[in-house]
């Protein structure tokens, strides 16, 4: 008997679950913990500059306005011009004068710009999809991480990620980004920067749905 | 066994850096949890939720399983069967074999060392480098993890300076913990990207997409499953979820009861090997999956424990754990979780004393994430060790136990308050008639129900 044989054997067959797996999902919106208000904007900015997810943020009102804000970034942390530049059209559509920008990411590199897929209220993360125009690497190798969300991509709890990406063919990796990388290994102290970036930068673009609606 | 384990017990009970290191870390997390948990309302019934997810799944494995197959081979994934830690070991080796493997970096998993893969690596003569912070300090150390989030946890910031300062190509001052942490971070770098393989764990399996997620704080998984050819996963079939959304309902416990955190800083879905037109990822994608004993939880009425997440956070309260710390518990997991699923993996005869090392406070079933009854859990291992009439020589160490604890006045006060607290549970209008562990006593007559408060508690009360 082959072992895949042999472990199927030992559980032995059983009914279809669907309806009590979906059952199960219907007691989550009750449970939650309550993090995020009427405004999911605001609520993702709390948590993502708290001290627990520990990153920093600026708000402009378009993409167009990202360059100034990511030179301005550079400039107060006393970091050079050159930044990996994630390839995505549309970081790529921008005027990046005054910074130089190059396609690959260098094993030490200082600082990539990346546009997240979107961003989730409740924890404060960022939702990157790989593929094409998102290697994984630009949200690992660098030591400073600038991270472009617009604000209408922000959504409210981590099961709209869930929702977001059903029926949608999955990517490599989803990956879902919440602060800088960390460790607590040696003696509990937190540092930054165990292995992937040790600073997060968020620039968050235009304004959110939750905004509009309440304005 | 029992000469062995109450050696290592006393060895550890004398080591005052150990018991410093173990204070410091657990005090943290202990703390954290604490706080994580007092800023959610609805934590009871997310736990009670938690357990009715992994209950359904372990009670459809066969349906679960089958799924996860089918949608992780249509993602491009390779999946592997084994029936036992040999099994696993050898097709991870085979695996690594035929992609020409030298070097393989390894990110933290649990089940890679239940299942031996450290020593079956280096048995077949392949690098392995640890990327886990903690985990890079144990393989520097020669040593074994002791705790199943914090493995270093035993080791100081002296002793890692020590280690650094004599293996790092370019350890700099290592005045700090930053300082060792920005060492370790250069050491590792180029072998990150030198690797032939990537091996992770899972914390979870997605059934409906074919997806594995692993959880990190320091960002090593994507940086051993990426840059390499090949990355394998191992993995324990109860790692099973429906569903991504399932997986949130338990990312929300794991994290708040791992490390107090509201999720870890990376969160990462796994699914199948590099795309068409991906910028990176490996080409060749492997899921192995484990049963080394888990079907026969199932069969011998350990089903309640393939719920575990591997939080840690019942041996963060866990008094002795406290006191004798991981090493002494001889298995891959300790604590509470270790002394059920050691004599499982390793064999009863060999390791009964583990169920007996037990406080019966139970402090681990309050904090469990996913309501696992542990002291149940223990206790049907007592039981079994009678009916197989394994020699009682165990006594000796839960007298052990108790004459270390006892012979720390504020452990003991600690101790019995707590014992207290979960007699109460089981006593009813004053009297005492069946309780876990005092089967002995209560089978033939009542235990007087405990007083409100413990005689030393009293005393000092009357002092005032
Ligand atoms: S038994 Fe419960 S508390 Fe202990 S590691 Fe497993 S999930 Fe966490």
């Not at chain 2, 796994?270 to 888990?294: S, T």
Request: aromatic letters at 6%.
């Amino acid at each position: 008997m082959s072992a895949r044989d042999a472990i199927f054997a030992a559980i032995g067959a059983d009914a279809h679950p669907a309806a009590t797996a979906a059952a199960l999902l219907a007691r989550v919106p009750g449970l939650r913990p309550d993090r995020v208000g009427n405004d999911a904007v605001e609520s993702f900015l709390a948590r993502l500059t708290g001290p627990s997810v520990a990153a920093t943020a600026a708000r402009v009102a378009s993409l167009a306005e990202v360059p100034a804000a990511v030179r301005d970034y550079l400039r107060v942390r006393g970091l050079g011009p050159r930044i990996a530049l994630q390839p995505a059209a549309a970081l790529r559509a921008l005027d990046w004068a005054g910074l130089e920008t190059h396609g690959g990411i260098a094993v030490d590199e200082a600082a990539s710009v990346c546009l997240a897929a979107y961003a989730v209220a409740e924890t404060g993360s960022l939702v990157f999809r790989s593929g094409a125009d998102m290697p994984v690497l630009f949200a690992f190798l660098p030591m400073h991480h600038i991270v472009v969300v617009e604000a209408a991509g922000v959504v409210a709890w981590l099961e709209d990620c869930a929702a977001r990406e059903a029926g949608r063919p999955a990517p490599r990796n989803l990956i879902l980004v919440t602060g800088p990388s960390g460790t607590t290994d040696i003696e509990g102290v937190l540092v930054r920067g165990a292995h992937g970036p040790g600073h997060l930068h968020v620039i968050l673009a235009g304004a959110g749905a939750g905004v509009a609606e309440s304005s | 066994m029992t000469a062995a384990f109450t050696a290592r017990t006393e060895q550890a009970i004398g080591d005052r850096t150990l018991k410093l290191a173990i204070d410091r870390t657990t005090g943290t997390a202990r703390a954290k949890r604490a706080a994580a948990v007092a800023d959610w309302p609805g934590f009871e019934q997310a736990r009670e939720l938690g357990r009715d997810i992994k209950d359904h799944v372990i009670a459809h494995l066969g349906h679960y399983l089958a799924e996860f197959e089918r949608n992780a081979i249509a993602s491009g994934a390779k999946v592997h069967w084994a029936r036992t830690a040999e099994e696993a070991c050898d097709i991870t080796i085979r695996l690594c074999r035929s992609a020409g493997a030298r070097s393989v970096t390894r990110a933290k998993s649990m089940l890679g060392e239940e299942i031996g893969l450290p020593h079956a690596l280096a048995a077949a003569g392949i690098e392995r480098v640890e990327t886990d912070l903690a985990e890079h300090v144990v393989q520097l150390a020669g040593d074994r993890p002791s705790h199943i989030v914090w493995p270093a946890l035993h080791k100081t910031r002296e002793q890692v300076r020590e280690m650094f300062a004599r293996e790092h190509a370019d350890p700099g001052p290592l005045d700090s913990v930053e300082a060792m942490v920005g060492s370790a971070r250069r050491q590792l770098r180029m072998k990150f990207m030198a690797a032939d393989v990537g091996i992770s764990g899972a914390n979870f399996l997605v059934a409906d997409s074919g997806a594995v997620c692993t959880v990190t704080n320091e960002g090593n998984a994507e940086l051993t499953t990426t840059p390499p050819r090949v990355h394998i996963v191992t993995a324990g079939i109860e790692k099973l979820v429906p569903s991504m959304a399932h997986a949130t309902v338990l990312l929300r416990l794991l994290v708040r009861s791992a490390t107090g955190a509201e999720l870890t800083q990376y969160t990462t879905f796994h699914c199948g090997p590099k795309r068409p037109g991906d910028a990176d990822g490996p080409d060749e994608f492997h899921i192995v999956l484990v049963d080394n004993g888990r079907t026969r939880m199932l069969r011998e009425g350990l089903a309640e424990m393939l719920r575990c997440l591997r939080c840690g956070a019942c041996l963060n309260h866990c008094v002795v754990y406290r006191q004798i710390g991981g090493h002494a518990y001889g298995g891959t997991y300790p604590g509470p979780m270790g002394a059920v699923l050691t004599p499982l993996l390793d064999g009863l005869p060999a390791t009964q004393d583990l169920p007996r090392a037990c406080t019966l406070n139970g402090q681990c079933a309050e904090v469990c994430p996913v309501k696992i009854p542990l002291p149940k859990l223990l206790r049907g291992w007592r039981d079994r060790s009678w009916r197989e009439g394994l020699p009682p020589r165990t006594e000796v160490f839960g007298i052990g136990v108790w004459r270390f604890v006892a012979a720390r006045p504020a452990l003991y006060r600690l101790a019995t308050r707590l014992a207290l607290r979960s007699m109460r549970l089981f006593a009813r209008g004053g009297w005492i008639r069946s309780m876990p562990f005092a089967r002995g006593w209560t089978a033939h007559r009542d235990f007087p129900g405990p007083a409100r408060r413990s005689f030393m508690e009293q005393i000092r009360g009357r002092g005032r």
